[in-house]
């Protein structure tokens, strides 16, 4: 069973800056793919990056690209989202999950993650 835990979610002017943090349980966390989706309301839940377990690869939507950095620290069984140039459009509960498998063959979709946080709540104001 892994567990996953975000914070760092809150409200932000337009060009602003956030840095999310989500910590993992589970002695293997070196192993795991991760993710980063987001999720608006009356929307559905979309993918904004994802890290291999190496963290040799990163991968990033576009409407996030430039502006967002994907990182993680195995060490402290932790992924962050550091989150620059921030949008209105930015504004969504984002959620990081974890694919234990660590082959992220599916790391666009929600499918390809077994475990998920609970969400942390990001508002940017214009």
């Known amino acids: 069973q892994v567990q996953l835990v975000e914070s760092g979610g809150g409200l932000v002017q337009a060009g602003g800056s956030l840095r999310l943090s989500c910590a993992a349980s589970?002695?293997?966390?070196?192993?795991?793919?991760m993710g980063w989706f987001r999720q608006a309301p009356g929307k559905e839940r979309e993918f904004v990056a994802a890290?291999?377990?190496?963290?040799?690869?990163?991968y990033y939507a576009d409407s996030v690209k430039g502006r967002f950095t994907i990182s993680r620290d195995n060490a402290k069984n932790t992924v962050y989202l550091q989150m620059n140039s921030l949008k209105p459009e930015d504004t969504a509960v984002y959620y990081c999950?974890?694919?234990?498998?660590?082959?992220?063959?599916?790391?666009?979709?929600?499918?390809?993650?077994?475990?998920w946080g609970q969400g942390t709540q990001v508002t940017v104001s214009s």
């Open positions: 589970g002695r293997t966390f070196n192993s795991y793919y």
């Open positions: 890290i291999s377990w190496s963290r040799s690869s990163t």
């Open positions: 999950a974890a694919d234990t498998g660590g082959y992220g063959s599916r790391r666009y979709v929600p499918a390809g993650y077994d475990y």
